[in-house]
Nanobody
């Protein structure tokens, strides 16, 4: 059974930083061909938004324009974990952050950007990120 578990969320002041982790079990992110792992976020009353994604096979990444230059996605296949370093958080960015994964689902595979949420088979339960002074 596949599980994705997010951690690292919480309360941060505007301009602050967090590092989110997505730990996978039941799949091996570093296996031949790898996995696509995406980070998404959803604020109350809004649609789920793709933030960033990575191929655990070759490390290819993508960032949405709203986070480019502030967020960094990385993977540690030895730990079966993908990270999202979030810097310079704004008051517009509180949301539940989710990670998702699927076999060989790479950035740019279906047009520019990250694959849409509906293509990912595995999802974490989400973790709250709150931005407040």
């Amino acid at each position: 059974q596949v599980h994705l578990v997010e951690s690292g969320g919480g309360l941060v002041q505007p301009g602050g930083s967090l590092r989110l982790s997505c730990a996978a079990s039941g799949i091996t992110l570093g296996s031949l061909g790898g996995y696509g792992v995406g980070w998404f976020r959803q604020a109350p009353g809004k649609e789920r938004e793709g933030v960033s994604c990575v191929s655990t096979w070759d490390g290819d990444t993508y960032y949405s324009d709203s986070v480019k230059g502030r967020f960094t996605i990385s993977r540690d296949n030895a730990k079966n974990t993908v990270y999202l370093q979030i810097n310079s958080l704004t008051v517009e960015e509180p949301a539940v952050y989710y990670c998702a994964a699927d076999r060989s689902l790479y950035p740019g595979q279906y047009g520019s950007g990250c694959p849409v949420p509906g293509l990912y088979a595995y999802w974490g339960q989400g973790i709250q990120v709150t931005v407040s002074s």
